[in-house]
């Protein structure tokens, strides 16, 4: 069996996902990317972490929104590489509103993404991890999994959801040299965050600026958007042999938002 490891990062064709694929690639992983990004933008993503890091990395457009997609990514990896030793479930999506004018299928895509996937992910991909001895799963989940704010029901309820699938697998797992745990991010300058700013601008009656400033940053003791490089260095740090007994956790990167 090959020394060198697999990852799979859901959503890594951009933001967060990508910088994580970039940094596990950089820690000598061939990885599976996936995302809905633009097929040239993602390809041209893929061709540069082969040739910045020398490792491997194929491409699925799996849509995580479904189990059939979610069986999918993982087939295509253990097809490519053999098996699964890091899974990175981090495709996520973001709908803002109050509770009571909040679309339903809003709701249930916010759920299908940023949970089910997880659970779907997880389930195909644990029992190698613990029949081989080793294995690492990193839910990316978000400040808004340990605390809340308001118009985020489906988001918050789903990132409150996935700590709870990280603790629990992680229970099952962890006798097993199987780590599972939960990066929390504040809020990242990535996509997600820029294409939120103009629903949360109307929600809260503010002006764009506004929204950056007293909602978004106010949250944020550091007044700095935290950086997709620190969330591929947590992960990168989660995969070693020092976080070996670092299971069950949910791990804010959030510049000290949720210790107020
Ligand atoms: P992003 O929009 O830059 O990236 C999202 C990724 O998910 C993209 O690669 C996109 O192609 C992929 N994706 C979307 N729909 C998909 C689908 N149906 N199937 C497969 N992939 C799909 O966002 P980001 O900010 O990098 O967010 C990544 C994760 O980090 C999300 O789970 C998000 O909730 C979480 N997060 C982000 C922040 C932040 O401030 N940016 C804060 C906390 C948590």
């Given amino acids: 069996m ?7 990062v859901t959503g890594s064709s ?5 910088g994580i694929a970039n940094g596990l690639a950089a820690a000598g992983m061939n990885i599976v990317m996936n995302g809905i990004e633009a097929p040239e933008a993602v390809e041209e993503a893929r061709k540069g972490l082969e040739t910045q890091h020398g490792i491997k990395a194929v491409y699925s457009r799996a849509n995580m929104m479904t189990p059939e997609g979610a069986n999918e990514l993982i087939s295509t990896a253990v097809e490519a590489f053999g098996r699964v030793d890091v899974l990175v479930n981090n495709a996520g999506i973001q709908f803002v509103s109050p509770v009571e004018d909040f679309p339903d299928d809003k709701w249930q895509a916010i759920i299908n993404l940023n949970l089910s996937a997880a659970f779907y992910t997880t389930k195909a991909v644990i029992a190698g991890m613990k029949e081989r001895g080793w294995g690492r799963i990193i839910n990316i989940a978000s400040a808004h999994g340990l605390v809340a704010s308001p118009y985020k ?3 918050v309820a789903a990132k409150h959801g996935i700590i709870g699938l990280t603790k629990t697998v992680a229970l099952e797992s962890a006798e097993h ?18 294409k939120q700013i103009p629903d949360t601008a109307k929600a809260r009656g503010l002006t764009e600026e506004q929204v950056k400033r007293d909602v978004l940053l106010a949250a944020q003791p550091t007044k700095k958007f935290a950086t997709v490089e620190e969330m591929a260095g947590l992960a990168v740090f989660l995969c070693s042999d020092s976080a070996n007994s670092i299971t069950g956790t949910a791990l804010p990167v959030d510049g000290g938002w949720v210790a107020q």
């Fill in 153 to 155: 029901s489906a988001y």
């Fill in 2 to 8: 090959s020394d060198t490891k697999t990852a799979v």
């Fill in 177 to 194: 040299g199987v780590t599972v745990n939960a990066i929390c991010p504040g809020y990242v300058w990535t996509p997600l965050v820029e």
């Fill in 14 to 18: 951009s933001g967060i996902g990508l």
